[in-house]
């Protein structure tokens, strides 16, 4: 009995950590592409405040996305 639920535990945090990685790569990807289109936003002319007012973010933050932070 003790060693169905361990291989089940075992099969669980796989499967999480699997879950785990495979949404982190999803979201490192999208924070590449935000950070990429904050650029060529700049480079259209936007300034840090125009981005933050298009996306709602704050304009700290828009300059901590475009720095890599």
Do not use: C, H, N, Y
Not at 19 to 34: G, L, M, P
Not at 36 to 43: D, G, I, L, N, V
């Amino acid at each position: 009995m003790a060693g169905d639920a361990e291989q089940k535990a075992r099969v669980e945090v796989r499967r999480a950590q699997a879950d785990f990685e495979r949404v982190q790569s999803q979201r490192d990807k999208a924070s590449a592409s935000r950070r990429k289109s904050f650029e060529r936003a700049q480079t259209a002319g936007l300034t840090v405040r125009d981005i933050a007012e298009e996306t709602g973010l704050g304009f700290g933050r828009v300059a901590e996305i475009l720095r890599g932070e």
